[in-house]
């Protein structure tokens, strides 16, 4: 079990604007959703758990490991999955993987293709494998994203807005595949939809305007909004 532990976090931009105030959460294995409208302040919470950004106050601690003063451990530990991947060169689904597996350092020829056969079949990309990323629908894209995300074998991964843009149906299976993949890691969900965080996440936090307004199990806490 993945233990993160943010506690009394604070962020101020260099122009004064104050990001994140006493920020407090803890997160476990499981899909965990950031609610907020744009400006909430959720991106500042994914780049400051990713150690790209550094807080005024407060810690993060990732199983056990200061994340503030150690930021490499976490970014070691954590895959991220941008709203939007953008372009892809002409190449096929595995060549590409096998590619940011060589860049990643996985050095073995035979469990490279091992670890990026299972990723593709994991995200049901198996049988398109020979053919090139940028000719795969949003939905195929983003799953694809997802199995870049996965290399390297993270702890956590967050995932940005990941279903802007999909079709219902697509959608529906991005949303089983991080079901899927949060039962053995801690999978934090950004986003502004209240539907995606009521139908994936066990556990979830409302941020506006910097502030945390509530945390805690959906059921108990959008019934109303
Ligand atoms: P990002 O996509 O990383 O958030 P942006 O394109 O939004 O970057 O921002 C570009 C630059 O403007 C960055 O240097 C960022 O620090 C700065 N910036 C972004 N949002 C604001 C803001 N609301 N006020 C002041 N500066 C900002
Ligand atoms: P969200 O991801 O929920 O839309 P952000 O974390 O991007 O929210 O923004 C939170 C607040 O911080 C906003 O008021 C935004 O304008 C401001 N902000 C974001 N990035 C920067 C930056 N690099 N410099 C200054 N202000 C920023």
Redesign the pocket.
Known sequence: MNRLDIDQLSVT???G?K??QHISLDISNGMFGLL????????????TIMGLQRPRQGTITFNGEDAVENPAFLRRQTGFLPQDFGVYPKVSAYDLLQHLAILKGVNNARQRKTQILDLLAKVNLYDVRHKAVHTFSGGMKQRFGVAQTLLGHPQMIIVDEPTAGLDPEERNRFNILLNDISEEMIVIL?THLVEDVRNLCSRMAI?RQ?TLLATGAPEDMITGL
């Open positions: 931009y260099q122009n604007v990001a994140l907020g409208p744009n400006g909430a302040g959720k991106s500042t919470l994914m780049k950004s941020i910097g």
